[in-house]
């Protein structure tokens, strides 16, 4: 383990480190330790272009409530990203079979008297089905993590985003060598293989696990934790039909649970795709941590 920095929050012991993947690519890490936990782990996986730094008051919280949170970056992303993205290519396949796997590992082998959950926001909680190791998790919590199939999107938003998949998302990769999220207000640059494989996958109901577009081999039948979908209702890509129909895909687990939110019930007035992580959803938090105790 390279350990690059540590410091004292509080109670909680924050470290920056790596984790080296089975191909040796090194991805960047963050670990939150408090100093009394609570016996439970979580690996937290990011969305498709978003920085691990993006959930720092979210883990620092879980840790203030005795879990150690681990957060990495995807190769290709942050600080996972050590030359220009248009040199670089990964897939959202290989964030699972590669990233995922090796993060699983290493959260086994440096806590393993720990119970594992996996928090997984958007991409995040469709990867673990491509980590051999996935039987590793307790449970799983999936917020916001869609079937992106273009038939499942909120109907004002779906015309647009067919025309994505099938046009724009494979053109400007192909054009760019990578695909300018920056610019759309979508997180990170996505490398060009991420972009292309989303598309593929978005044009089918079956998704990812399409016989012909999908993703093989793939372990989601081999993962048997707990499995919680948190969807909120004003989230057009992630609805509450999306979310639902992805938390199946994991098909052996050994319960499926989905909360469907709607923001202004818990005095928060907006969530769409991404606003879970911030602090105005601490509430919501505390009864995801309730549910994470009890899984």
Request: charged share 15%; net charge positive; with cysteine.
């Amino acid at each position: 383990m390279n350990t690059v920095s540590k410091e004292a929050l509080g109670n909680i012991s924050f470290e920056q480190t790596t984790i080296q993947a089975a191909d040796g690519y090194t991805l960047a890490a963050s670990v939150y330790e408090p100093s009394k936990h609570n016996g439970r782990v979580i690996l937290l996986n990011s969305g498709t272009g978003v920085k691990r730094g993006y959930y720092h008051k979210f883990a620092l919280f879980f840790a203030e409530q005795g879990f150690t949170v681990v957060c990495y970056d995807y190769r290709g992303i942050g600080d996972s990203l050590f030359v220009p993205i248009q040199k670089f290519d990964t897939s959202i396949g290989e964030w699972g079979e590669k990233d995922c796997a090796a993060a699983l590992a290493w959260v086994r082998e440096r806590f393993p008297e720990l119970r594992l959950t996996l928090v997984g926001h958007s991409a995040g909680g469709k990867i673990p089905g491509f980590a051999h190791n996935n039987t590793h998790i307790s449970s799983l919590v999936m917020i916001a993590v869609p079937n992106s199939y273009w038939g499942l999107w909120h109907w004002w938003g779906r015309r647009g985003y067919f025309l994505a998949i099938h046009v724009v998302m494979p053109a400007l990769s192909h054009l760019l060598s990578y695909f300018p999220s920056r610019f759309l207000r979508l997180g990170e640059n996505y490398p060009k293989g991420v972009a292309l494989q989303w598309a593929r996958w978005s044009r089918s109901k079956a998704y990812l696990l399409h016989p012909k577009r999908g993703h093989f081999p793939n372990y989601f039948d081999q993962m048997q934790g707990a499995v919680l979908s948190v969807s909120f209702t004003d989230d057009i890509i992630a609805t509450g039909a999306a979310a639902k129909s992805f938390m199946h895909f994991y098909a052996q687990a050994s319960s499926h649970e989905h909360w469907h939110i709607n923001p202004k019930e818990h005095g928060i007035a907006s969530i769409n795709h991404s606003g879970f992580f911030r602090e105005a959803c601490k509430p919501l938090w505390k009864r995801l941590a309730a549910w994470v105790e009890r899984h």
